[in-house]
């Protein structure tokens, strides 16, 4: 009967793995994203100037990190998968086998390190801020000159530990996404959020009301915090093969992705 038993155990842990290994083999290149973060990422109705179908849902993902994506999953052989996910969700989908990667703007900050491992860096950016056109803050050429000002910035993002290097600002809320904090700012709820360079532009091409702020007196940062790069788990061998992807995209058509991504971003987003 022991023997029964422990026959039956090896068989079923077999069956486990096996369909484990047929999940992460399938053929398949599962990315996470929050879908709206403008022009990294996004979500529009149809498949539009590229767009991918976003997995469980009728509705597509588009921007630079779903070009890249694609590149990369053409590299590897696999089909894009687009995963929309909350930017509080993604470390938790990767750690978790949901998702194979995350390309979603994110920085490779130590404190991330700790957890997930990352690939070369696919972008490079520097921190601005977004007003309101016309209004007090539109003049400024130093970070201290928001000193006063309500200021926020996205949740468990380094763009939001940084406000406090501003004396005297007034620190808001941090919020859970960008069109939240586009929301903030036309209401007068805050004067100005935190964002990388091509949120900033993505945001005053979006609407007439916004303007971007960049700084000659800026925020102090890492190389990490401003760089962006994809997301694996501990140890993966996904980040080799990544990084040959990516060796692969010249400086030229980056920087061509991302201006047809500014380009092509919804209004609302």
């Known amino acids: ?42 979500t529009q109705s149809d498949n539009s100037n ?6 469980g849902g009728a509705e597509f993902a588009g921007g630079y990190d779903v070009e890249i994506a694609k590149k990369i ?29 995350i390309i979603a703007g994110m920085s490779p900050t130590a404190e991330r390190k700790e957890t997930i491992d990352f690939s070369d860096n696919y972008y490079k950016s520097v ?12 003049g400024a050429t130093s970070i201290q000159d928001f000193s006063g000002a309500k200021v926020s910035a996205q949740l468990n993002t380094f763009h939001y530990s940084v406000i406090e290097q501003i004396n005297g600002v007034d620190i808001q809320p941090a919020m859970d996404n960008f069109p939240a904090m586009r929301v903030a700012l036309e209401s007068g709820v805050i004067d100005g959020y935190v964002s990388e360079r091509p949120e900033g532009v993505s945001a005053s091409a979006a609407n007439e009301n916004f303007a971007m702020v960049e700084f000659t007196e800026g925020f102090v940062t ?48």
């Open 73 to 101: 999953a053409e590299s590897l052989g696999k089909e894009l998968v687009v995963v929309k996910t909350e930017w509080d969700g993604l470390v938790p989908a990767l750690t978790s086998g949901k998702i194979d990667a």
């Open 222 to 269: 890492s190389e990490d915090d401003t760089a962006i790069a994809v997301g694996v788990e501990k140890g993966s061998e996904l980040t080799a093969k990544i990084n040959e992807a990516l060796s692969g995209i010249s400086e030229e058509e980056r920087i061509s992705i991302m201006e047809a991504a500014i380009l092509n971003q919804p209004a609302a987003q």
């Open 127 to 138: 921190l601005v801020m977004v007003v309101k056109k016309g209004g007090a803050f539109e």
């Open 50 to 55: 590229g767009g991918v179908a976003i997995d």
């Open 1 to 42: 009967m022991k023997k029964r038993i422990a026959t039956l155990i090896i068989l079923t842990l077999t069956v486990v793995m096996m369909a484990g290994c047929a999940k992460k083999d399938d053929g398949k290149f599962r990315v996470g994203m929050e879908a709206g973060y403008a022009p990294f990422n996004w």
